[in-house]
Antibody, heavy 122, light 103 residues
Framework: QLQLQESGPGLVKPSETLSLTCSVSGGSISSSSYYCGWIRQPPGKGLEWIGSINYSGTTYYNSSLKSRVTMSVDTSKSQFSLMLSSVTAADTAVYYC??????????????WGQGTLVTVSS | DIQMTQSPSTLSASVGDRVSITCRASQTTSNKLAWYQQKPGKAPKLLIYKASNLESGVPSRFSGSGSETEFTLTISSLQPDDFATYYCQHLGTFGQGTKVEIK
């Protein structure tokens, strides 16, 4: 069973950079049919897609966050990383990584990590 | 950017009820639409993909319909485990969510 696990600091200071890692186990998402996506959810609010990356390093970012987001992949460790710079309190959220199943039928988030709460506060 | 609008925002229902949630897209989606269920403190779970295809392991009381810009998620007989928030999704855009609560 494919599993994804987010890890990283739970507290980040304003203006600093948020860094998270998604570790994939129990399967591979190295196929061209899959991407890793990052999604966040502010407390009590809805889901916001941050961006996606595949094993080749091809990235797609939400236009509203594009100037602050960097995603990368470490294939040797089966890990994907997210960096979000110049954070403010508005970036406080639960951050999820998820596998994206892609193809002619569309792009769907079919496996999710449990999520990690990141709070931006001094 | 495409906008996804769900209605209602909140739905009160009883066990056994048939419930429907609507998702409208601001432009055509080519039916590349999914529905997710999220319970408090948990990650979303994929229920339906390509508008009407049931994800493996999802109970058959869930169904999806619609095309192009208007879609519906229907639960044929609401079960206690179904009280949750539901989201539609097209590519990188999610609807704002519909909370199904106990009447």
């Amino acid at each position: 069973q494919l599993q994804l696990q987010e890890s990283g600091p739970g507290l980040v200071k304003p203006s600093e950079t948020l860094s998270l890692t998604c570790s994939v186990s129990g399967g591979s998402i190295s196929s061209s049919s899959y991407y890793c996506g990052w999604i966040r959810q502010p407390p009590g609010k809805g889901l916001e897609w941050i961006g996606s990356i595949n094993y080749s390093g091809t990235t797609y970012y939400n236009s509203s966050l594009k100037s602050r987001v960097t995603m990368s992949v470490d294939t040797s460790k089966s890990q994907f990383s997210l960096m979000l710079s110049s954070v403010t309190a508005a970036d406080t959220a639960v951050y999820y990584c998820a596998r994206i199943r892609t193809g002619t039928t569309g792009n769907y988030f079919d496996y999710w990590g449990q999520g990690t709460l990141v709070t931006v506060s001094s | 950017d495409i906008q996804m609008t769900q209605s209602p925002s909140t739905l009160s229902a009883s066990v056994g009820d048939r419930v429907s949630i609507t998702c409208r897209a601001s432009q055509t989606t080519s039916n590349k639409l999914a529905w997710y269920q999220q319970k408090p403190g948990k990650a979303p779970k994929l229920l339906i993909y390509k508008a009407s295809n049931l994800e493996s392991g999802v109970p058959s009381r869930f169904s999806g319909s619609g095309s192009e810009t208007e879609f519906t998620l229907t639960i044929s007989s609401l079960q206690p485990d179904d009280f949750a928030t539901y989201y539609c999704q097209h590519l990188g855009t999610f609807g704002q969510g519909t909370k199904v609560e106990i009447k």
